[in-house]
T-cell receptor, first 118, second 115 residues
Framework: GAVVSQHPSRVICKSGTSVKIECRSL??????MFWYRQFPKQSLMLMAT?????????EQGVEKDKFLINHASLTLSTLTVTSAHPEDSSFYIC??????????????FGEGSRLTVL | AQSVSQHNHHVILSEAASLELGCNYS??????LFWYVQYPGQHLQLLLK??????LVKGIKGFEAEFIKSKFSFNLRKPSVQWSDTAEYFC?????????????FGTGTKLQVIP
């Protein structure tokens, strides 16, 4: 199956700093990538849909100025958590859909990135 | 809004026991249904999916799931679990078919198989 890679897998930062997480599709072109956030013992919550070459679509309640998403190429989307605070500490997961997945809805997931804000 | 319910949060089974994990969704229209699995330290990966056709879907590693439209359910089953099935299982649903529709996930069920 298609491979999606996220980097970094773990990041610790100080409150007030910004952190960038990368999501790459390694063996396919992903016109659409999705960013999820997962809290302990909770479901994956969709934060935003990232479309190559256009602005991301954010879910209700997600601050677009805080969670900046850029999808500059068909294989890379980035999530930047700006001015991070301890409440932003979470597990962030990206996923991507192949062209075939447009029909079936199948997603391929990255490893996830554990963000800890001190 | 669509929602997905997984009733079992943590299941402990002995090897060779049968498994059934419940999944219900709330939406009356056409849906695509998925089960994803996350083994310890690994990515989420697709276990099986229902897109259309036969409501009994077979996936990898001996798993199957049955789509029962009247019950809004898509329960995951395996007749005989192995220790290597220890993982977290997520049910997911996408409204409609084709085009952009977001995928909604359940809260997950942690399965622990005891040798």
């Amino acid at each position: 199956g298609a491979v999606v890679s996220q980097h970094p897998s773990r990041v610790i930062c100080k409150s007030g700093t910004s952190v960038k997480i990368e999501c790459r599709s390694l063996d396919f072109q992903a016109t659409t990538m999705f960013w999820y956030r997962q809290f302990p013992k909770q479901s994956l919550m969709l934060m935003a849909t990232s479309n190559e070459g256009s602005k991301a679509t954010y879910e209700q309640g997600v601050e677009k100025d805080k969670f900046l998403i850029n999808h500059a190429s068909l294989t890379l989307s980035t999530l930047t958590v700006t001015s991070a605070h301890p409440e932003d500490s979470s597990f962030y997961i990206c996923s991507a859909r192949t062209s075939g997945g447009l029909l079936t809805g199948e997603l391929f997931f990255g490893e996830g990135s554990r963000l800890t804000v001190l | 809004a669509q929602s997905v319910s997984q009733h079992n949060h943590h299941v402990i089974l002995s090897e060779a026991a049968s498994l059934e994990l419940g999944c219900n969704y709330s939406y009356g229209g056409t849906v695509n249904l998925f089960w994803y699995v996350q083994y310890p330290g690994q990515h989420l990966q697709l276990l099986l999916k229902y897109f259309s056709g036969d409501p009994l879907v077979k996936g990898i590693k001996g798993f199957e799931a049955e789509f029962i439209k009247s019950k809004f359910s898509f329960n995951l089953r395996k007749p005989s679990v192995q220790w290597s099935d220890t993982a977290e299982y997520f049910c997911a649903v996408r409204l409609g078919s084709g085009g952009y529709q977001k995928v909604t996930f359940g809260t997950g069920t942690k399965l622990q198989v005891i040798p």
